[in-house]
């Protein structure tokens, strides 16, 4: 965008300018330097019902006096303020469009599947593109049928005794520590929502399909997952219940995309792909700490926020409910005690972002990991109210279950 472009549009809004429907999608982020500040100053006088002057800008930005001067010289007509932004969004579509093909290029040259590279490619991003809007009876309609089930159950009755369900739209977490269950606890989610009709897409950063195929066979069937990794079937008792178990889950609307290596653009292509096909109804992501940082300018607290808020939007657009697993942060190592929130690794937007955080432990009895129960807490619920509840951890078994 040219430097003149928007000298000229604050120029005329400081001559007598209206806010109109284009000016007010400008944001200061589309200007440059100085005139992002001066457009801050004027929305501000706008949202107050004031009309911005030259001599209030000076006053609120006395630094900014020679460039005030540079924009009055660039426009004093109020009558071209609606041009001139509508000039500026365009320049500003522009260049998102821009990058939107050069991360497409990217994803091309990767290894992301054709058809997701294309679900992207479908929906431009777009600064004048207008918000999903909901008139308020409408949503007080939807909300009185809905009755509160809108959402995925789990399969624990006494945890979902305390969430109600994983809602729809929603961001939520769950967090451990590794080799605590996060994998068992998401594969039992998986599969209990797939049984129930629900088409469930599994992002596995860390383990193929393969890898995971033993683990949902040995839940399902109650088979010993050691038996079942090393294909030592022999019994004749065994292989009937095998087959069945394998014939079942063939039958359940559950797919896993286990690319190791997945930016959350590219998760998220690949989920909007996923639900225009009827297959994406809920969501996992295993795990938050694996998805590849799409700008490595960023820090990592910069890039979490970034792939939090994307996920967030993600659930909202599809309406479905996404849950993604997080590690804790390495300095709960040593220390005898449930995790908290604040554990979340780079926790700040995690948390904001969530809908429901859940933290999954072992307790600590004697000094030791009580490796046969696992504490499920949900520290943070949106919707309703907190809880904990204790699971039975059955390993062998890939299992979790309510506690006899």
Same mark, same amino acid.
């Given at each position: 965008?040219? $430097?003149? $472009? ?31 500040? !001066?457009?801050?100053?004027?929305? *501000? ?7 911005? $002057? ?23 007509? %109020?009558?071209?303020?609606?041009? !001139? ?16 093909? !050069? ?6 040259? &990767? ?12 929906? %431009? ?11 308020? &009876? ?7 049928? @809905?009755? &509160?089930?809108?959402? /995925? ?49 599994? /992002? ?33 008792? /065994?292989?009937?219940?095998?087959? @069945? ?54 820090? !990592? ?31 709960? *190592?040593?220390? *005898? ?15 904001? @972002?969530?809908? $429901? ?7 600590? /009895? ?39």
């Amino acid at each position: 965008m040219e $430097t003149s $472009t928007a000298h000229a549009l604050i120029g005329s809004a400081l001559a007598g300018a209206e806010e109109t429907a284009a000016t007010a999608l400008i944001s200061p982020a589309m200007l440059p330097p100085g005139c992002d500040a !001066l457009w801050s100053l004027i929305r *501000e006088a706008w949202d107050a019902g004031r009309q911005p $002057t030259p001599e209030a800008l000076r006053s609120a930005a006395p630094a900014w006096a020679a460039l005030i001067l540079d924009c009055l010289h660039a426009s004093v007509n %109020p009558a071209e303020a609606d041009y !001139l932004a509508c000039r500026i969004l365009e320049a500003h579509d522009r260049e998102r469009l821009r990058n939107h093909l !050069l991360r497409m290029g990217q994803l091309l040259d &990767g290894d992301t599947p054709t058809e997701e590279v294309a679900a992207l490619c479908a929906e %431009p991003p777009s600064a004048t593109q207008e918000p999903r809007t909901v008139r308020v &009876g409408d949503a007080l309609q939807a909300w009185w049928e @809905d009755d &509160g089930g809108r959402g /995925v159950g789990t399969p624990w009755y006494s945890y979902n005794e305390i969430v109600g369900s994983l809602r729809s739209g929603g961001l939520h977490i769950v967090g451990a520590r590794p080799a605590v269950g996060k994998t068992l606890y998401a594969l039992m989610l998986a599969r209990g929502a797939a049984a129930g009709g629900v088409p469930v897409r599994y /992002v596995s950063l860390e383990m193929t399909a393969r890898e995971l195929a033993p683990r949902l066979i040995a839940q399902a069937g109650r088979l010993p997952l050691d038996a079942i990794a090393g294909r030592q079937l022999a019994d004749e008792h /065994v292989r009937p219940i095998l087959a @069945d178990t394998v014939r079942a889950l063939r039958s359940l609307p559950l797919t896993i995309a286990d690319e190791a290596s997945q930016s959350v653009e590219a998760i998220a292509a690949g989920a909007r792909a996923a639900h225009h096909r009827g297959e994406c109804g809920f969501l996992i992501v295993d795990h938050m700490q694996l998805i590849e940082a799409s700008d490595s300018r960023r820090s !990592l607290r910069e890039t979490v926020t970034a792939q939090s808020r994307a996920l967030k939007g993600l659930a909202m657009h599809l309406d479905i409910p996404v849950v993604v697993l997080s590690q804790l942060s390495r300095a709960l *190592e040593g220390e *005898e005690r449930p995790p908290r929130m604040s554990d979340l690794r780079e926790s700040g937007s995690l948390e904001q @972002d969530a809908d $429901t955080v859940t933290l999954l432990s072992m307790p600590i /009895v004697g000094g030791e990991a009580d490796r046969r129960r696992l504490l499920v807490e949900l520290a943070k619920n949106r919707a309703g109210k907190t809880g904990t509840t204790t699971l039975a951890r059955v390993p062998e078994m890939a299992l979790l279950e309510e506690l006899a």
